[in-house]
């Protein structure tokens, strides 16, 4: 079965290291998403590719950097991680065309210490 | 730009009782309309979506919501819930431009026994 998968499920790091969240996806999707999830914010959308080599910035990209080197898969870096980026992290993938299903990883759990 | 408002945080209901969750949203034409639900730990899971013709849109696990265009709203409904619908539901918006959604904040569903 087709699934998208993230890793590490939970990570503890400390302030000013470099961080970088996995994502893969076997559904063979164009779109892939990246967003984190905090209390009284909802989701918010960090970054996002429209397929190889494109990367998109969303309304919370500082202190972030994306790069999609093939379909699969799109890993999320935190340059130099800060406190205010504890959070759980969502990354997620849709065929093309907005009417499409998002389909979303388990999540990862960020601490930055 | 499109947004999402969830006017609820926190609902309870009784287990058996009837549920309505409000979506209301903002977009200058007819936009794509998702109810997403989290379970404690989880990822998120498509309810279900509208994107055109009947307004009335059944989903999965016996949730169905309804567009109407002169309110700008998407509410969720369940004629009875079962505990195991305790969760977060999210409601969400995609504009025909682009294939991102936007997300509301969030209601989390309490169920008493």
């Known amino acids: 079965d087709a699934e998208i998968t993230q890793s590490p499920r939970h990570k503890i790091t400390e302030t000013g290291r470099q961080v970088t969240l996995a994502c893969h996806q076997t559904?063979?999707?164009?779109?892939m998403f990246w967003y984190r999830q905090d209390l009284g914010h909802g989701l918010r959308l960090i970054h996002y590719?429209?397929?190889?080599?494109?990367?998109n910035k969303g309304e919370v990209s500082d202190g972030y950097s994306v790069s999609r080197s093939n379909t699969e898969d799109l890993p999320l870096t935190l340059e130099s991680a800060a406190s205010s980026q504890t959070s759980v992290y969502f990354c997620?993938?849709?065929?093309?065309?907005?009417?499409?299903?998002?389909?979303f990883g388990p999540g990862t759990r960020l601490t930055v210490l | 730009a499109q947004s999402v408002t969830q006017p609820d945080i926190h609902i309870t209901v009784s287990e058996g009782a009837s549920l309505e969750l409000r979506c209301n949203y903002s977009?200058?034409?007819?936009?794509?309309l998702f109810w997403y639900v989290q379970s404690p730990g989880q990822g998120l899971q498509l309810l279900l979506k509208?994107?055109?013709?009947?307004?009335l849109v059944q989903g999965i696990k016996g949730f169905e919501a309804e567009f109407k265009r002169s309110q700008s709203s998407f509410n969720l409904r369940k004629p009875s819930v079962h505990w195991s619908d305790a969760a977060e539901y999210f409601c969400?918006?995609?504009?025909?431009?682009?294939?991102?959604?936007?997300f509301g904040k969030g209601t989390r569903l309490h169920i008493l026994p």
């Open positions: 997620a993938s849709s065929e093309s065309g907005s009417y499409n299903e998002q389909f």
């Open positions: 559904w063979n999707h164009n779109n």
């Open positions: 590719s429209y397929g190889v080599h494109d990367t």
């Open positions: 977009y200058g034409a007819t936009p794509y």
């Open positions: 509208y994107f055109s013709g009947d307004t």
């Open positions: 969400a918006v995609g504009a025909r431009r682009d294939d991102k959604i936007i």
